[in-house]
């Protein structure tokens, strides 16, 4: 992110030039934003407990059922990534 160095004398004279950048456009909806962010945790989580979902349910604290219907559209199989 650009920064800026504005004084008080700027922005009372109208001197200053407020730039700005062309922003990135989000495309994704707030439901595909969310599925993201949890199969990226669960990952995480499989990764660093060694594939062990009984583990993983716990620290998640949610039950392994859940993450074995998860499991397919992470791309997981049997706690590995496939």
């Keep these: 992110m650009a920064e800026y160095n504005l004084t ?40 660093e407990q060694g594939g062990n979902i009984t583990r993983v349910a716990e620290i998640a604290d949610v039950e392994r059922s859940y993450l074995y219907k998860l499991m397919p559209k992470l791309g997981v199989e049997n706690g590995r990534r496939v």
Aim: charged share 40%; glycine share 2%.
């Design 8 to 47: 008080v004398a700027d922005l009372m004279n109208g001197s200053a030039k407020i730039l700005k950048q062309p922003a990135e456009v989000e495309t994704r909806t707030l439901k595909q934003v969310i599925e993201d962010a949890k199969k990226d945790y669960i990952r995480k989580l499989l990764d």
